[in-house]
């Protein structure tokens, strides 16, 4: 695709409108927009950074990129929940309606540095949607990793998000897929229990692994865990982290986790990072 070229905003703290290209329905509280430049185009960002996404009237939350990473149209992809107000406008944005969009901010999932290494991907709920990148950038450059594993899980069929991309990834040969529910229904054909069912169950090479975790933190938690059993060192498990983030550059505080601005020092950081911060009660 054509690159476009990038002008800066006029400031870290100024809104950018954007156009909502495309709006489509994941599930019954999650869309996924993709965003077009109306005039000046922000930087592209990278998996795993966040951009502050403002809808007019309402307010601005943080939602990280969910896009393919080889599109380079200056387009933005989001998938968000309905969780809130600005959320829940968002959400009922319609194509040709504009937001307004800032960043990209925060650090990334760090794909590059992973060459030559095997990768899982670990996802709970809408956690895919940050790890969705992930998986696009090495499936395009396939040849460049080793054994892919993606795992996914949610509370019922209905609750995943790319149902046609996962179908697709779960027939795709360069890819080993485990789709896993809480809750079960009839005519499921996938697995159940907990996205930790199918991470018991693998045998891991972790002196050549990288793996990349997304969801709520006892989720994260629990799955870092038995891949440290299983001798993947801390530092090469890399978790993303939310909190209250409303500046995006460090200065509010709302995002402070510990020692760490999760909108300067995260959200991604190692699990070596992470694990002492998450095992606080209610930090």
């Not at 005039?39 to 990278?46: E, F, K, M, T, W």
């Not at 925060?106 to 990148?133: C, M, N």
């Not at 779960?170 to 229904?185: K, Q, W």
């Not at 939310?242 to 999760?262: A, V």
Request: charged content about 20%.
């Amino acid at each position: 695709m054509t690159e476009v070229a990038v002008r800066p905003a006029v400031h870290a703290m100024t809104p950018i409108p954007y156009r909502v290209r495309s709006a489509v329905t994941e599930n019954a509280d999650s869309v996924t927009l993709c965003l077009q430049p109306e005039d000046a185009v922000l930087p592209l960002p990278a998996p795993g950074e966040f951009m502050m996404l403002y809808a007019f009237g309402v307010g601005e939350i943080a939602i990280s990129v969910s896009g393919d990473p080889s599109i380079t149209d200056g387009s933005i992809t989001h998938t968000i929940r309905s969780v809130g107000a600005v959320s829940a406008a968002l959400c009922a944005a319609e194509p040709g309606s504009t937001v307004g969009v800032r960043g990209p901010f925060g650090t990334s999932w760090g794909l590059e540095k992973s060459v030559g290494r095997d990768l899982i991907v670990v996802a709970g709920g809408v956690g895919l949607a940050p790890l969705r990148p992930v998986v696009l950038g090495a499936l395009a450059d396939r040849e460049r990793y080793g054994r892919v594993v993606v795992i996914a899980g949610a509370r019922t069929r209905r609750d995943f998000l790319y149902t046609g991309e996962l179908q697709a990834w779960l027939s795709d040969p360069r890819l080993e897929t485990h789709l896993t529910v809480d809750v079960p229904i009839q005519g499921w054909p996938g697995e159940v229990g907990f996205v930790t069912e199918p991470l018991h169950q693998m045998t891991l090479q972790p002196e050549r692994t990288t793996a990349f975790l997304c969801g709520p933190e006892p989720m994260m938690h629990s799955s870092a865990a038995v891949m440290n059993a299983k001798g993947l060192a801390p530092q090469n498990i890399r978790v993303s982290l939310e909190r209250n983030m409303q500046c995006g550059i460090g200065w509010c505080g709302h995002c402070q986790l510990g020692p760490l601005l999760l909108c300067r020092d995260g959200p991604v950081v190692g699990y070596d990072v992470a694990r002492p911060l998450l095992e606080v009660e209610e930090l």
